[in-house]
């Protein structure tokens, strides 16, 4: 009986041995390492991009089983627009979405994806975009790790004023940032730069008397409520550029295989947030005219002097690319050929 009882508790022993054992390597299989990333996107939560940029969030997270789980910070409440490219650099976002042109000079050979050539839509400019970027591998972009970027679709003028020729521009003061400053003040209005969050007030209040912008900010921004007129300018479609990178630290930190779903996900959302785009301009359009506000079409004559008034725009972009040694003529002739 005492040997039964012994050999009873020696396999006993063992079998506990080999569940601990079991459960341990178990353990160690399943245990995977979380990355909480936050993310800056100055987009107030209820736009179109915004959402877009959530969906994006959420299908890295979904397709790394939760390995990579992002929190979106809207509405420029990690940081301030102007500032999240630097904030992605210094690691204070770890990933973050602005505009390239809210500082400007800080990416000159990218300005000129901004340059008014006459975009028709958004899944165009952001597809460019993106192989602009991937063929220059531009080294103002060196300092984050680019996941893509994207970009809206033509850019038009919104007015309190009332316009219905080239001439009734001159002597306006239209806020514009970046390339389209540059824009204005070559159809001999007033530039005046300041964020998409500034404008409303900005028009409401007459510091301004149009803006430059897609449709679709008439909407997603509320701007069509305090203009009245919407002109067509598409003959000078312009784009602003915007990005969305990463820290390079913690894009390094990353395991690989992690690295490759996110570049993936992002691939794919090159058409999606240019649809994006385009989707909201379809909504702004139709935002506006439920508001009742006049849209202008320019005669021929209109346009072509509009064309005509952009030439020094692109001049003065070859030569300041030239002088910092950049290839921003090869830059705007690849450009102008993808449009074609």
């Given at each position: ?7 009873l ?27 909480r ?5 100055f ?6 991009q ?46 973050g ?44 972009l ?33 806020r ?6 540059k ?75 992690l ?24 909504q ?44 921003g ?12």
């Amino acid at each position: 009986m005492k040997k039964l009882t012994s050999l009873l508790l020696l396999v006993l022993l063992v079998l506990s041995g080999c569940s601990k054992k079991d459960d341990s390597s178990v353990s160690k299989a399943e245990k995977k390492e979380i990355y909480r990333l936050n993310y800056a996107v100055f987009f107030p939560a209820s736009h179109l991009q915004a959402q877009t940029a959530e969906a994006w969030a959420e299908e890295v997270g979904k397709r790394t089983d939760g390995q990579v789980q992002i929190t979106l910070f809207h509405g420029g409440t990690l940081t301030k627009a102007a500032q999240t490219y630097e904030a992605v650099v210094s690691g204070v976002a770890d990933i973050g979405m602005s505009v390239f042109a809210y500082t400007r000079g800080r990416f000159p050979l990218l300005e000129g994806l901004d340059l008014p050539v006459g975009y028709p839509d958004g899944v165009t400019a952001t597809r460019i975009a993106n192989e602009l970027v991937q063929k220059y591998k531009p080294e103002e972009l060196s300092d984050v790790h680019v996941l893509y970027i994207h970009a809206h679709g033509p850019g038009i003028l919104a007015s309190r004023k009332e316009i219905r020729s080239f001439g009734d521009i001159t002597s306006m003061k239209i806020r514009a940032t970046g390339l389209s400053a540059k824009i204005v003040s070559a159809l001999d209005g007033t530039p005046i730069s300041m964020s998409q969050g500034d404008t409303y007030e900005s028009l409401q209040k007459g510091v301004v008397d149009a803006t430059f912008c897609p449709v679709e900010t008439l909407k997603g921004w509320k701007q069509g409520e305090v203009i009245d007129y919407v002109v067509d300018s598409k003959s000078i479609g312009y784009t602003t550029t915007m990005f969305v990178v990463m820290n390079k630290a913690k894009w390094e930190a990353l395991p690989e295989n992690l690295q490759s779903i996110m570049t993936d996900v992002s691939e794919e959302w090159i058409f999606k947030q240019g649809e994006a785009w385009d989707e909201s301009d379809r909504q702004g359009e139709a935002f506006v005219k439920d508001l009742g506000k006049t849209f202008v079409s320019l005669n021929d004559d209109d346009n072509k002097a509009l064309v005509e008034a952009m030439a020094p725009v692109y001049a003065e972009y070859e030569a300041a690319t030239a002088e910092k040694g950049l290839p921003g003529e090869a830059f705007l002739n690849d450009l102008q050929d993808m449009l074609k």
